[in-house]
């Protein structure tokens, strides 16, 4: 009898394993949400899993070449006893300074029986559009939209036959070691622990990486240096240059988003395993590591708002300000190295913006191998807008199919979606097959000081024109309206976002701006791609920081940030071999050196030429709206520029040249008839 039980439930397991592991796709993906393939893609995450239970290795260590232990938490497929299955199966493995401690804590309110349902479903339905807290309703949809599992586990994934990692990198978490912040020896401690995943009894040896942010970023660090394990990975709102995306974009520091998150990250680096202390296994070496560096990165921070004298800034600092040191060269991915199937998903208003249509663009892959997902989100809103029809499936379900795919060799028809598939600002979800759209062709549309009619409040209203017309003068101040903008949602990673009158209507900021708005299109008008503004300044002292945001201004005159670039006028040296050029020379993508040795400080009352990256947009301006561009000389607190260069602005007023001669314009990608 007991043979038979036995032969029973492996019959079973065989059926299962068809049933589950081999799905085949009912037709090709069809727009945004998939069409009936990404139906699929959901029932298969969220139905019935290959195995019931799911059993944790806590704190697996690790040990790198250097004799560095690193800690993991290691998530199995268990059978109905709890016990881990014999079978192996492949990883999915997510490296975290935000400690595995917090993807525990969020993997265990995701796994309350009943429970955890109700929440989800709560997240999914909360709507609290036309109040003003609307703002909030893209965070919870985040949160119900799959979001805690990229960045924690996914059970249904593991029962589903996959093992995750989650690993603390070096000197966080339980983990020893120095802090070594996306530095060439952290890179290396990804590859040695791929290749350790690859080869443990429980692995098939294939392996994928997962996670979200800092947890992305490494996972394009991985994908560069090519491991031979790896075989996908699904980055949620990666950079592949955090320095220009967050740390000092156009030279100024990100004054409100650098400070938050090292005194999160370094605080929890310093929480004990209380567990080993309690039965007697304390580290005493993770002890010694912690108070050798207990404030990573925090004294540079310091250094760089308490140092007047640029001469006498230290070395530490000096590297992060110059384009060659190993620091600033560790932290730029090179996509173009990436070759394993990559699905890559994003914001229009993430803090890492400027890098993830750049990432996809750079990967030699052909499309569906490699994906973008570009959503009208924060950083902390991804996969708001999905699980519905029209939408975009949620985030989990659409990893899942990923891995399915490079993982398992399912053909699921995940490699036919997209492959580009984006919210359009001012429309709807769209798929495209590439970025910028086809057919987009650069238009100048010149700054004049003629008055539009439209921004009475603020502190000049101008005009977009076709042909350039002054002369004029126009001049801008310093301020602080920039705490209610939708940069500093941005910088904020979306939290102030949740109150509608900053992040949703720029008219409080541009009340210390400089307005140009054009006339209202006649006809539907996308505008896709890079922007590149171009300014002719004057500055009163020997630098000067210059905002440049484009919007989209409403019939009612709600002015809508579609994206916003910053340059700080000394560092105003362009990098000719990152940057894009049209046939007549116009920059469409204009990426500043950033370096203290390319440094120009500029002479008080003389003309200088800036030009401003504005990280490209997918948009839609609708009959009857307006392009603006907004000029401001300041833009606390997403960008603060070291107290050395504000000393030597004095923070003065700045001037904006309006000259036939020398002009100042937006070069903008447009498609439609516009009248303009």
């Known amino acids: 009898m007991g043979f038979l039980v036995k032969t029973v439930v492996a019959l079973t397991a065989v059926v299962a394993a068809t049933q589950f592991l081999a799905p085949a796709a009912t037709a090709d993906p069809a727009g945004p949400d998939g069409g009936a393939s990404g139906a699929e893609w959901a029932a298969t995450e969220d139905g019935p899993q290959l195995y019931p239970n799911v059993y944790i290795d806590w704190d697996v260590p690790i040990t790198m070449s250097d004799g560095t232990v690193l800690k993991a938490n290691v998530y199995h497929p268990a059978d109905a006893a709890g016990h881990p299955v014999s079978d192996p199966t492949p990883s999915i493995l997510n490296f ?167 005194a999160a990250v370094n605080g929890g680096k310093l929480v004990p395993d209380l567990t080993a202390l309690v039965q007697g296994r304390f580290d005493m070496k993770w002890l010694a590591d912690r108070l050798a560096d207990p404030f990573t990165f925090v004294d540079a921070l310091l250094e760089v708002f308490a140092q007047p004298n640029i001469d006498d800034l230290s070395p530490k600092v000096r590297a992060l300000l110059d384009e060659g040191s190993p620091m600033r060269q560790a932290w730029e991915t090179d996509p173009t190295r990436i070759t394993v199937p990559t699905f890559i998903s994003g914001g229009w208003h993430d803090v890492f913006v400027a890098s993830q249509a750049d990432v996809y663009r750079r990967i030699p892959l052909p499309p569906g191998q490699k994906q973008l997902l570009v959503g009208d989100g924060y950083h902390i809103s991804n996969g708001n807008e999905s699980g519905r029809p029209g939408l975009p499936p949620r985030m989990d379900v659409l990893q899942r199919a990923w891995f399915d795919k490079w993982l398992k060799g399912i053909d699921n ?25 086809p057919g987009m062709e650069y238009r100048r549309m010149y700054l004049s000081g003629v008055a539009s009619g439209t921004g009475g409040h603020s502190v000049h209203d101008g005009s977009l024109f076709t042909t350039p017309d002054g002369p004029d003068t126009l001049t801008v101040a310093p301020g602080l309206t920039g705490l209610c903008s939708r940069d500093a949602s941005q910088e904020l990673v979306g939290i102030v976002s949740i109150i509608d009158a900053c992040g949703k209507d720029s008219r409080i900021e541009e009340s210390n701006g400089l307005t140009f708005t054009s006339a209202p299109v006649a006809d539907a008008t996308t505008v896709s791609g890079p922007i590149a503004v171009h300014l002719n300044t004057v500055q009163d002292g020997t630098d000067g920081y210059w905002v440049a945001t484009v919007n989209d201004v409403a019939p009612d005159g709600n002015s809508t940030t579609l994206s916003s670039g910053q340059l700080v006028a000394s560092l105003r040296a362009i990098d000719e071999s990152r940057s894009t050029r049209l046939p007549n020379g116009d920059y469409t993508d204009p990426v500043p050196d950033l370096s203290l040795d390319t440094r120009q400080p500029t002479v008080p009352g003389r003309p200088v030429a800036l030009d401003i990256s504005v990280p490209g947009i997918d948009a839609v301006l609708q009959p009857g709206h307006r392009l603006r561009v907004d000029v401001y000389a300041g833009n606390f607190p997403k960008g603060l520029p070291i107290t050395a260069m504000m000393v030597d602005s004095g923070l003065r007023r700045q001037h904006l040249l309006l000259d036939p001669a020398a002009p100042s314009f937006v070069n903008i990608p447009a498609r439609g008839n516009s009248g303009w």
């Open 413 to 437: 028809g995940i490699d036919q979606f997209g492959p580009i598939t984006m919210k359009q600002q001012g429309g709807g979800w769209v798929t495209a097959p590439s970025f910028p759209e």
């Open 96 to 262: 975290t300074p935000y400690t595995k401690l917090g993807s525990m804590i969020a993997d265990s309110a995701l796994s309350v029986p009943g429970l955890s349902d109700l929440l989800v479903q709560l997240f999914r339905t909360v709507d609290l559009s036309g109040t003003p807290f609307s703002g909030l309703t893209d965070l919870t949809r985040a949160l119900g939209g799959g979001l805690l599992r990229n960045f924690s586990v996914d059970r249904q994934l593991i029962r589903s036959g996959y093992t995750q990692i989650v690993v603390d990198v070096r000197g966080t978490g339980f983990s020893q070691g120095d802090w070594n912040l996306l530095g060439a020896r952290e890179q290396q401690d990804t590859v040695e622990t791929i290749d350790w995943a690859s080869k443990q009894p429980w692995s098939t040896g294939d392996i994928g990486m997962s996670g979200v942010s800092y947890s992305g970023l490494n996972e394009l660090q991985a994908a560069a240096k090519n491991p031979p394990a790896l075989k996908a990975i699904f980055p949620v709102v990666p950079s592949r240059n955090p320095f220009r995306d967050l740390v000092a974009p156009g030279g100024a520091i990100g004054a409100g988003f650098m400070p938050l998150w090292l």
